[in-house]
């Protein structure tokens, strides 16, 4: 059994929490609360800010054949915080207005000291995690969402197939690198995989909760700054994944020998 096979055999009850979350099934079926989405909104455009420097410490430590890739993911997510910025000014929703829950400033501390201070393919292992996990959120969403819905594009870059594409990449690297782990590392790799679902889990707790820190009633924080990633909101954002077929191809053609790195088809 591959490396991704056993985990998802290990943790399949975290699996279907997380794709019958009534997060995607209200954004699926149209009766999200506005705040609700924006609460998610606010909280993983802060989040996808965070995992670009998340990438960037894996880079240093891969391999040669990874960067490419790897360089293309920043890439992406910079895209991504674009199409985040052009949605929320469509909806009059101020990305800006809220500092990061405590869940999300969890995750965000997880992604970084993993990139920091575990071996490469600890860190591998959950970007692939997070990254197949909304892959297959967002197709349940797709399942039955309005076409006309104010978050199709959010379906769009996740559901779509160049998202599937690098998802699929992933789990086929995943497997050399836990292939070449030892038992120790894997084992590490396996409960990594495990936090990090139940992160992903959690992050969609958070929105439908509108959590903010445990036993205060105001964090007392100030708003957040940082820069705006689309200058023209009015505009259309390019793809976010498109141009990751020319990073990932020619592995991504060795990976579909393997159907057990592919995201779940629903």
Not at 2 to 17: G, N, T, V
Not at 190 to 198: E, I
Not at 200 to 215: H, N, Q
Not at 246 to 264: I, K, L
Request: one cysteine or more.
């Amino acid at each position: 059994m591959s490396f991704i096979a056993e985990q998802d055999h290990r943790f399949a009850p975290l699996w279907e929490q997380i794709r019958e979350h009534r997060f995607l099934a209200r954004t699926r079926d149209g009766t999200i609360p506005d705040e609700t989405f924006a609460i998610w909104l606010r909280q993983d455009y802060l989040f996808v800010e965070a995992a670009i420097p998340f990438i960037a410490a894996l880079i240093p430590r891969a391999p040669t054949e990874h960067w490419s890739a790897l360089s293309g993911v920043v890439a992406a997510l910079e895209k991504e915080l674009k199409l985040f910025e052009e949605r929320a000014a469509h909806v009059g929703v101020d990305l800006r207005g809220a500092p990061p829950a405590f869940t999300c400033h969890a995750y965000i501390q997880f992604l970084l000291a993993t990139a920091h201070t575990r071996s490469y393919p600890e860190g591998y292992t959950v970007l692939y995690a997070a990254e197949r996990a909304y892959h297959e959120s967002w197709l349940v969403v797709r399942e039955g969402i309005d076409p006309e819905s104010p978050w199709m594009p959010f379906v769009e870059n996740w559901a779509g197939e160049e998202f599937a594409g690098y998802v699929s990449y992933l789990g086929g690297e995943l497997e050399k690198l836990a292939q070449a782990a030892g038992s120790a590392e894997r084992a590490r790799m396996t409960d990594l995989y495990r936090l990090t679902l139940l992160y992903e889990i959690a992050f969609w707790e958070m929105a439908v909760t509108a959590e903010g820190w445990p036993g205060v009633a105001d964090d007392m924080a100030s708003g957040p700054m940082g820069p705006a990633w689309n200058p023209d909101v009015e505009a259309a954002p390019e793809r976010a994944w498109s141009h990751m077929a020319e990073n990932v191809g020619e592995v991504t053609d060795d990976a579909d020998e393997n159907p057990d790195t592919h995201p779940q088809e629903r």
